[in-house]
């Protein structure tokens, strides 16, 4: 079968297994994030998050991920929704975290994925991923002209803003490749200007270790007393960069049922968040991705936006 047959099934199957966009680039050596990522790690900006410093050469090299690998394929898997706690004195979680573990909602997708494509094309190795291996996703889709990493160094589409999971498949096989497209952040700095932490230390650069997110989910020690006053209310992730982004105002209503919010969990008050109790924990986050952080985590974020709001900073 011809290269161009082999891509034009790949991303009518991505369509209809429900990812919003599909695109390829070749599989390479990435140069210019190697230095990057070089000098972000030599700043410590991974703060606890140690894996970031293995295997720096697969993170560059997807063809020391899969023997022969050819290309890389993106995709990205819409998880936005408007809808919003309603309680807004509640400690707030990232919308991402709303419904089931992203992690095997798609990766169950990329699996039935990759097998249509060696039942459609015949002998094909490959690896999948989504979130889950030294990756480097946002790089990948930036260079398939998915979208362009933006100032908050989230990967930005833009047709529908930046509220995407991102996965890829590598394989040893050609495939048409697409091209980048321009950066469009501009000269806006509205990410830039509303991190509280001061996370976006410059522009397209993000130091890990301030950001809320890092806090109340990869931090497994005390969260440190000089961010107090300084989480805007977040107890697990944070959306405030994509928030404030103006091309999210493009974002559609996601329509995956796995991603929808329990009804509980958007009307909990903050007084239920603040005495929730570990069964009531397993029950709300069956399946969910707050689950990384453990109920002990959960209710730690908790305390501590509660400790701010007693001790504001001056």
Known sequence: MSIKHNTTILKTKAKELGFTFCTIAKADFLHKEALQ???WLAKDNHGEMTYMEKHFDKRLDPRLLVKGAKSVISLAYNYYTPKKQTDKDAPKI???AYGKDYHKVVKKKLQSLFHYLQEEIGEINGRYFVDSAPVMEKAWAEKSGLGWIGKNANLITKSQGSYFFL???IVDIPLMYDTPIKDYCGSCTKCI???PT????EPYVVDGSKCISYFTIELKD???NEMKGKFDNWMFGCDICQIVCPWNSF???HNEEKFFAKTELLSLKKDDWETLGVEKFDEIFEGSAVKRAGYNGLKRNIEFLMKSDQTPLE
């Open 37 to 39: 990522l070089e000098r």
């Open 94 to 96: 990232s919308i991402y």
């Open 167 to 169: 996965a890829e498949i």
């Open 193 to 195: 200007d509303a991190c």
């Open 198 to 201: 001061d996370a976006i230390t």
């Open 222 to 224: 005390a969260i440190p």
């Open 251 to 253: 974002s559609l209503q």
